[in-house]
């Protein structure tokens, strides 16, 4: 198994591009989410979905847009690209919700730095 | 909002003292979980406690969740260079939500 895969690991982008971080996984796994790490604060979490065809808001969810059409992928859409933006993503899934009693298995993350 | 602090931010140790991280919730948490993140990698899980007052023990690593559990602990015994990294504290607070804390960096110095 790969787990759960990211792609690209790093992306450059300039103010108002919009890209979509891609995210999947093998495990079979009901819930994913997305989130960010900046410095000094921790994870934060953007999105995430229970299931296919379900999202919902996480913690930080403007700005970006997810969507769930197969159990496997989960991308994020950044709409338009702001220098606050500028973070590490994380893809993650887990085969129960976060709050239940399942680990999370993170992806290698996608380092964007947007100018 | 529920918010996860974990302190302290930053600890540097000698190799083979001992390191304690706390986290402190807001709210009672359904569960902790305890994350490494090796510098440039990604986290993974180390342990999870659901029960009030547990304590689970990894090798040199020692995990305590609190009575009223809304606070946890990791300690590590006698630090190697290979514990380098920042780790974090992430509760349940809810069917589908997962706090993380701001996280603790551990440097060894050999």
């Known amino acids: 198994n790969a787990g759960v895969t990211q792609t690209p690991k790093f992306q450059v982008l300039k103010t108002g591009q919009s890209m979509t971080l891609q995210c999947a996984q093998d495990m079979n796994h009901e819930y994913m989410s997305w989130y960010r790490q900046d410095p000094g604060m921790g994870l934060r979490l953007i999105h995430y979905s229970v299931g296919a065809g379900i999202t919902d808001q996480g913690e930080v969810p403007n700005g970006y847009n997810v969507s769930r059409s197969t159990t496997e992928d989960f991308p994020l859409r950044l709409l338009s690209a702001a220098p606050s933006q500028t973070s590490v993503y994380f893809c993650?899934?887990?085969?129960?919700?976060?709050?239940?009693?399942?680990?999370?298995?993170f992806g290698p993350g996608t380092r964007l730095t947007v100018l | 909002g529920q918010q996860v602090m974990q302190i302290p931010q930053y600890q540097h140790v000698q190799e083979g003292e001992d390191f304690t991280t706390y986290c402190n919730s807001s709210?009672?948490?359904?569960?902790i979980q305890w994350y490494k993140q090796r510098p440039g990698g990604h986290p993974v899980f180390l342990i999870q406690?659901?029960?009030?007052?547990e304590v689970k023990k990894q090798k040199r690593l020692t995990f305590q969740f609190g009575e009223a559990k809304k606070n946890s602990s990791l300690h590590i015994t006698a630090t190697q260079t290979t514990d380098v990294g920042t780790y974090f504290c992430a509760g349940g607070g809810g069917a589908n939500n997962l706090f993380f804390g701001t996280g603790t960096r551990l440097t060894v110095i050999p």
């Open positions: 709210t009672t948490l359904s569960n």
């Open positions: 406690l659901v029960k009030s007052g």
């Open positions: 993650a899934s887990s085969s129960q919700g976060a709050g239940g009693t399942d680990t999370q298995y």
